[in-house]
């Protein structure tokens, strides 16, 4: 992998900042990887003429981009391979507090309850989801595309009673939202929290 040409080269290229590259290319030319200051690694980029050309632009090693062959082909994507994980288990302080914690195990987390968010529209001004090959057609056309958790719960309310006593945002506490079929039903267990979308005052009435 290569990084393009950059500095006097290409002045306009998009990793230039004032007037530099911001990752440092070309490279300098080196016989070994040594250890920089900052304990990156300075690999080898020998001297050795190899010259790869493209489009008119010749790179030599000091355009060599880090990879890992192996890992390339295994996700066919580019990854940055670096020793941070190797630096931050060498450079970590356990001060007195946290071994004190840790003695007497104490929990270092704790899981609070789940929260549903609940959206707040006006009549046919909700979002809806669809793929980009969708016209509006066949958007419309889908079974339940108007329900949303706020119209449904207008419905529910419509037609049964004992849920009448609870505002929109204590609903998920005792019913369970089913995204699939966009009913309410009672809830049998477990815990939740509901919470509203944030409305602007310039949203109007």
Not at 31 to 36: I, S
Not at 119 to 124: K, Q, S
Not at 152 to 173: E, K
């Amino acid at each position: 992998m290569l990084h393009g040409l950059c500095g006097v080269d290409n002045p306009q290229a998009k990793c230039m900042v004032n007037g530099k590259c911001s990752k440092c290319f070309p490279k300098e030319y080196r016989e070994r990887t040594d250890w920089a200051e900052d304990n990156y690694p300075l690999y080898a980029r020998p001297n050795n003429g190899l010259v790869f050309e493209c489009n008119g632009a010749r790179f030599t090693n000091q355009y060599v981009v880090l990879y890992y062959s192996q890992l390339l082909l295994l996700f066919d994507c580019h990854l940055n391979v670096e020793n941070e994980i190797k630096a931050h288990l060498d450079g970590r302080f356990i001060g007195p507090i946290k071994a004190y914690w840790k003695i007497f195990e104490f929990n270092i987390y704790r899981e609070s309850l789940a929260v549903q968010r609940l959206p707040i529209h006006l009549p046919n001004e909700h979002y809806v989801n669809f793929h980009a090959h969708q016209t509006v057609n066949e958007v419309l056309a889908r079974q339940n595309v108007k329900k949303t958790q706020l119209t449904a719960w207008f419905d529910y309310n419509f037609a049964y009673d004992d849920g009448l006593s609870l505002i929109y945002w204590q609903f998920p506490q005792h019913y369970t939202w089913n995204a699939k079929v966009k009913l309410w039903h009672p809830r049998q267990h477990a815990r939740i929290i509901g919470r509203m979308y944030f409305m602007s005052l310039s949203k109007g009435e």
